[in-house]
């Protein structure tokens, strides 16, 4: 089993960042990926972004590129997205993910965190 705590979701103006952090425990050596997903209101829960635990390899969403970083620190068992240039559109729950193999599919991921709210005001 695995275990992930998100943190550092909070109320920010449109423009502006936070930094979200996914501390894992567990059977980390399992985890080929890390993912964050984000799920608004009435929507369904959507791919961010995600990276392969040991050789760092990152993949973004298309809303998420250019603005979003995805990084991990491995002997910290953390993963952190860093998210710029914030829209109103980006305020959603944001969940951290486990995988113990390659995906971006929410369905393929085993561990999940409880979420973290994001909220960006216009």
């Known amino acids: 089993q695995v275990q992930l705590v998100e943190s550092g979701g909070g109320l920010v103006q449109a423009g502006g960042s936070l930094s979200l952090s996914c501390a894992a425990s567990g059977r980390m050596p399992s985890i080929y990926t890390m993912g964050w997903f984000r799920q608004a209101p009435g929507k369904e829960r959507q791919f961010v972004a995600a990276?392969?635990?040991?050789?760092?390899?990152?993949f973004y969403a298309d809303s998420a590129k250019g603005r979003f970083t995805i990084s991990k620190d491995n002997a910290k068992n953390t993963v952190y997205l860093q998210m710029n240039s914030l829209k109103p559109e980006d305020t959603a729950v944001y969940y951290c993910?486990?995988?113990?193999?390659?995906?971006?599919?929410?369905?393929?991921?085993?561990?999940w965190g409880q979420g973290t709210q994001v909220t960006v005001s216009s």
């Open positions: 990276i392969t635990w040991r050789q760092g390899r990152d």
């Open positions: 993910a486990g995988d113990t193999g390659w995906s971006t599919v929410k369905d393929d991921y085993e561990y």
